[in-house]
């Protein structure tokens, strides 16, 4: 994920500083496998929150796109004809962004997952 698109990003969660996700994940791209267990758990949920927020936005969306989409349909030829002119509107343009965000959150999630055991397993390994 870029900076623009980070920006793009944390400007959509109402009460979080685009400053602190940006900070967030210049962090876990430098330096995540020597930074503290609790500030990848700190990080692991804020990623989780902010997923959450992002998908319940993809949630009212999706909610919506069933009864705009048949009265797109009507008006074209194609079932493909309806997909595109629907994802040209605002609601298609914000369903395709959230969609992209959260597969780059549930990506990054899995990287500190991944990290955090790593991390159990270089500990574990020292105690013997």
Sequence with gaps: MDDKQLTQLSGK?????AEILKETIKEI????????????????????ALYATLNDEM?????????AWRI????????KQADLEYDS?????????????????ERLSSSLKKTMDRQRQDYFGNLK
């Design 13 to 17: 969660i109402t009460g979080l500083s």
């Design 29 to 48: 791209r430098d330096d995540d496998y020597t930074v503290s267990p609790d500030k990848i758990d700190e990080w692991q949920r804020f990623i989780s």
């Design 59 to 67: 949630k009212q969306i999706e909610k919506q796109y069933p009864f």
């Design 72 to 79: 797109l349909r009507e008006q074209f030829k194609s079932d």
């Design 89 to 105: 509107t605002p609601e298609g343009q914000k369903r395709i962004e959230l969609k992209y965000d959260l597969k780059s959150l």
